[in-house]
C-alpha cells in the first residue's frame, strides 16, 4: 500500500464548476501538507501549504486537511480553463530534513 | 522568487552512455534534490543533498550518482544510460527549515 494515495483522474468540469481535489495517507507522523500544480511539460510549483488539520484559504484555492481521517482535499471554486493542469499533495512529517512523500498527481481539465 | 534551472528541456542519448544533468538554484538554498517522474509512479526521490559535498540516497539511487562541489549546483549523473533511466527529471531546492520545495522545469531523457 502506497503512503500516500490520489486518483489520477482525469477529471473533466465544465468552466465555473467547484473542484474538489483528494488525497488520502496511511502514515499518523504527517503533520505539513503541500498541493503543487504541473502544468504539461513543467516543473511543479507550489500551491499551497498547511500545517496540521483545518482550512487554508488563498482566493480560489481551499485547502482542507482532516488527519482523523487522514485525508487532504483542494478546492477550487470558479475553475478556470487556465486551471487545466496536474495537481500533486505531497506531505511530510516535519521541516528541515524530513522526506516529503507525493501523490502520483490528479489531471484535471477545465472546459471552456 | 526562487529560480531553478536545469542545463537541458530535451535530451536523447544512447544506451551506455555517461549523461550529465545539471541543477542550479539562485536562493542559497541549503537543500537540493533530484526526482524522476514516471506516469502512474509519481515523483521518486533518487538524490538529496543537505550541503556542498554532502549527499543522500534517496529511493531508487541505483545506476544515478550525483555531484554538489558548490551550493547553487547539483549534478544527477548516469554512469551508464539504460533505456529504463528514460524518464521526467525533476530538480528542486528548499531551505533547511521549511518543506517548501522549488522545482526547476523538467529534462525529460530518452534513452536509445
Known amino acids: 500500500q502506497k503512503e500516500v494515495e490520489q486518483d489520477p483522474g482525469p477529471l473533466s468540469v465544465p468552466e465555473g464548476a467547484i473542484v474538489s481535489l483528494n488525497c488520502t495517507y496511511s502514515?499518523?507522523?504527517?503533520?505539513?501538507f503541500m498541493w503543487y500544480r504541473q502544468y504539461s511539460r513543467k516543473g511543479p510549483e507550489l500551491l499551497m501549504y498547511t500545517y496540521s488539520s483545518g482550512n487554508k484559504e488563498d482566493g480560489r484555492f481551499t485547502a482542507q486537511v482532516d488527519k482523523s481521517s487522514k485525508y487532504i482535499s483542494l478546492f477550487i471554486r470558479d475553475s478556470q480553463p487556465s486551471d487545466s493542469a496536474t495537481y500533486l499533495c505531497a506531505m511530510s512529517a516535519g521541516g528541515g530534513y524530513q522526506k516529503v512523500t507525493f501523490g502520483t498527481g490528479t489531471k484535471l481539465q477545465v472546459i471552456p | 522568487d526562487v529560480k531553478v534551472t536545469q542545463s537541458s528541456r530535451y535530451l536523447v542519448k544512447r544506451t551506455g552512455e555517461k549523461v550529465f544533468l545539471e541543477c542550479v538554484q539562485d536562493m542559497d538554498h541549503e537543500n537540493m534534490f533530484w526526482y524522476r517522474q514516471d506516469p502512474g509512479l509519481g515523483l521518486r526521490l533518487i538524490y538529496f543533498s543537505y550541503d556542498v559535498k554532502m549527499k543522500e540516497k534517496g529511493d531508487i539511487p541505483e545506476g544515478y550518482s550525483v555531484s554538489r562541489e558548490k551550493k547553487e549546483r547539483f549534478s544527477l549523473i548516469l554512469e551508464s544510460a539504460s533505456t529504463n533511466q528514460t524518464s521526467m527529471y525533476l530538480c528542486?531546492?528548499?531551505?533547511?527549515?521549511?518543506?517548501?520545495?522549488?522545482f526547476g522545469p523538467g529534462t525529460r531523457l530518452t534513452v536509445l
Open positions: 528542486a531546492s528548499r531551505t533547511g527549515t521549511t518543506d517548501t520545495q522549488y
Open positions: 502514515n499518523s507522523a504527517f503533520q505539513y
